[in-house]
């Protein structure tokens, strides 16, 4: 993500189709990337995105979306 401005999470789960797998400093949520936006809470849903890959699994594909930790 070199040059570019870190997305939010918010930002990030709207441009998924695929399900996705988000770990945030509260909690670990799993779901379809609309669900999470209604699911997760604004705060959280702040918090800019540390790291993300796609992952296949199985022949399913999810995103893996970590964001910042807060201290």
């Not at 401005?5 to 909690?27: G, H």
């Not at 705060?43 to 800019?48: A, F, N, T, V």
Request: include cysteine; aromatic fraction near 10%.
């Amino acid at each position: 993500m070199k040059g570019e401005a870190m997305e939010t999470l918010r930002e990030a789960l709207k441009k998924r189709t695929v399900e996705c797998r988000v770990e945030t400093p509260y909690y670990f949520y799993c779901g379809a990337p609309c669900d999470l936006l209604k699911e997760i809470s604004k705060k959280e849903l702040d918090l800019k995105v540390h790291t993300k890959r796609l992952e296949y699994l199985f022949g399913d594909k999810r995103w893996d979306i970590e964001t910042e930790q807060i201290n």
